[in-house]
């Protein structure tokens, strides 16, 4: 008779290939440039205004990965968050190369299972904009740019300059929210995680 059991699961794919897909840039010994810890953290906080429970869902990635060496736990992956000079709770560290690779894999991995709902939010914006309409007459977007502005206006430091000229605005809060939509979507097109990677250092490497 034939063997009727299930072919055994592929292993889950190796940490140190997966990191090495996204290049080194930085030359030895440049800090990792704040402004792309800043962007990585507002990729992250757009996943969390898309997916309820977002924190958890990384760290299911995380672990899917074999990222945990990196990314253990919860604690852990707020901490490498705080690294975006723009949060209340910044804690003036750096990102390790690796570390921010994780990141990114993780922004890639949630991306990629969102692709449905990013492409119908954005072309839901598209239509709206086309036909003169506020972003608010259609349910999800409107659900996902009041979820984003909630979290940003709690997480980010208001004392900040950029962050208090978002803060007054909801008209660019919506705008820097629908520009982070389309970065999340970006990262599922054929290696977009990689040109992501290397769009992070634009400017800051000679």
């Known amino acids: ?40 953290d507002l990729l992250l906080l757009a996943l969390e205004a898309l997916e309820l429970g977002g924190s958890e869902l990384m760290l299911a990635s995380a672990k899917r990965l074999e990222l945990t060496e990196i990314i253990p736990h919860r604690v852990a992956l707020w901490r490498l968050r705080c690294s975006n000079p723009w949060r209340r709770s910044h804690t003036h560290r750096n990102l390790t190369p690796d570390e921010a690779k994780a990141l990114i894999l993780i922004l890639g991995d949630r991306s990629k299972k969102l692709t449905a709902l990013l492409r119908q939010l954005l072309i839901a914006e598209q239509q709206l904009r086309a036909r003169q309409l506020p972003l608010d007459n259609h349910f999800r977007l409107s659900e996902y740019l009041e979820r984003f502005r909630v979290h940003f206006r709690s997480r ?19 705008e820097l929210a629908l520009d982070l939509l389309k970065k999340l979507l970006f990262c599922t097109g054929t290696v977009g995680i990689q040109r992501l990677w290397v769009s992070l250092f634009d400017g800051e490497v000679s």
Do not use: C, T, W
């Open 156 to 174: 980010m430091n208001s004392r900040r300059v950029r962050v208090m000229l978002y803060n007054e605005s909801k008209q660019d809060l919506n």
């Open 1 to 40: 008779m034939p063997n009727s059991s299930p072919a055994p699961a592929s292993p889950p794919p190796n940490q140190a290939y997966l990191l090495g897909n996204l290049p080194n840039i930085l030359p030895e010994g440049k800090a990792f440039p704040r402004r792309a810890q800043q962007q990585i």
